[in-house]
């Protein structure tokens, strides 16, 4: 039984240039949701997607934006890339039916460096 | 906006020593989840208490929830330097589906 997958591993790129990160979620899981976790902090909510719509977002700029596909795979797109976005990227799936809530699943986390 | 909030922020114990680790929140939840993370990797998922539970039990750990208190425990019992890694709270912000993490604790289980 897969888990949740990310790619790449880690990634750099240059200041204005666009970014795109990739997760799969766990066998099962429909619901996949982004983090961004700077250093020494906890992770932050970006955003949500399920039904390839996204259903909620964090206190994130619009340059943050992502698509969900009909195989419950997701992206993370960044544009304008700033110092600021160098952090782990982290993707968690869940079951959405689940009630009361139920087990995030995250992946292994996409290092962003930008220069 | 971070809600769960990890005391203390640092714990440095000796092998087959008791970790306690707290967490505070600041809204209701319906449930509030427990990570561990080794050295800026993905995190793993500990265990999740729901709201109306006040103690859970998996292996080495125990959870404990006071909705009272918006407050949880994390106890790992007879601890190992595997264990060595940061831990986190996280919380269905007033029954959310995101997750609002603290900023974590970071233990050091010493051989």
């Known amino acids: 039984d897969a888990g949740v997958t990310q790619s790449p591993t880690h990634l750099i790129k240059t200041r204005g240039q666009q970014v795109t990160l990739r997760c799969s979620p766990k066998?099962?899981?429909?619901?996949v949701s982004w983090y961004q976790q700077a250093l020494g902090q906890g992770p932050q909510f970006i955003f949500q997607y399920y039904e390839e719509e996204e259903r909620q977002r964090g206190n994130f700029p619009d340059r943050f934006s992502g698509h969900q596909f009909p195989n419950y795979s997701s992206e993370l797109n960044v544009n304008a890339l700033l110092l600021g976005d160098s952090a782990l990227y982290l993707c968690?799936?869940?079951?959405?039916?689940?009630?009361?809530?139920?087990?995030?699943?995250f992946g292994p986390g996409t290092r962003l460096t930008v220069l | 906006s971070q809600q769960g909030e990890e005391d203390p922020q640092a714990l440095s114990i000796q092998e087959g020593e008791n970790a306690t680790m707290n967490c505070s929140y600041k809204t209701s939840i319906n449930n509030l989840q427990w990570y561990r993370q080794n050295s800026g990797r993905g995190l793993v998922h500990l265990i999740l208490?729901?709201?109306?539970?006040r103690e859970k039990h998996s292996g080495r750990l125990r959870v404990t929830l006071d909705t009272s208190k918006k407050s949880s425990s994390l106890l790992i019992t007879a601890s190992r330097a595997a264990d060595t890694a940061s831990y986190f709270c996280a919380t269905d912000e007033g029954g959310s589906e995101k997750l609002v993490f603290g900023k974590g604790m970071k233990l050091t289980v010493n051989p």
């Open positions: 208490i729901r709201s109306n539970e």
């Open positions: 066998s099962g899981h429909d619901t």
């Open positions: 968690a799936s869940s079951l959405r039916l689940a009630v009361l809530g139920d087990e995030q699943f």
